[in-house]
């Protein structure tokens, strides 16, 4: 019933920058909170930056002032501006959003996941 598509991971140098998209469509009422999510390997996934449908933001403590989660709610595309990057943010970097679908139930969606590679 959702779905999310995720684009814009490579391959950069440490200090350099990419910025993460994630296209939402579906059958979507509204959205409570979008996010995203990566996992190294050998590790657990966990919490990059988180935002809600009132914009608060949460992130790690890893990435605030580095990293910048943004959306644009016309178009249904949640952002995530990676600046300044480190080797240790290699990781597969995962979209999740948190919707309420026309049929009135809560779910929570994943998008297929984005390879981010920092060399240093």
């Known amino acids: 019933q959702v779905q999310l598509v995720e684009s814009g991971g490579g391959l950069v140098q440490a200090g350099g920058s990419l910025r993460l998209s994630c296209a939402i469509s579906g059958s979507i009422l509204s959205i409570n909170a979008m996010g995203w999510y990566r996992q190294a390997p050998g590790k657990q996934r966990e919490l990059v930056a988180r935002?809600?449908?009132?914009?608060?933001?949460t992130y790690d403590d890893s990435v605030k002032g580095r990293f910048t989660i943004s959306t644009d709610n016309t178009k249904k595309t949640v952002y995530l501006q990676m600046n300044n990057l480190k080797p240790e943010d290699t990781a597969v970097y995962y979209c999740?959003?948190?919707?309420?679908?026309?049929?009135?139930?809560?779910?929570?969606?994943w998008g297929q996941g984005t390879q981010v590679t920092v060399s240093s």
């Open positions: 999740n959003a948190e919707v309420r679908t026309t049929s009135r139930a809560l779910v929570a969606s």
């Open positions: 935002i809600t449908s009132g914009t608060s933001t």
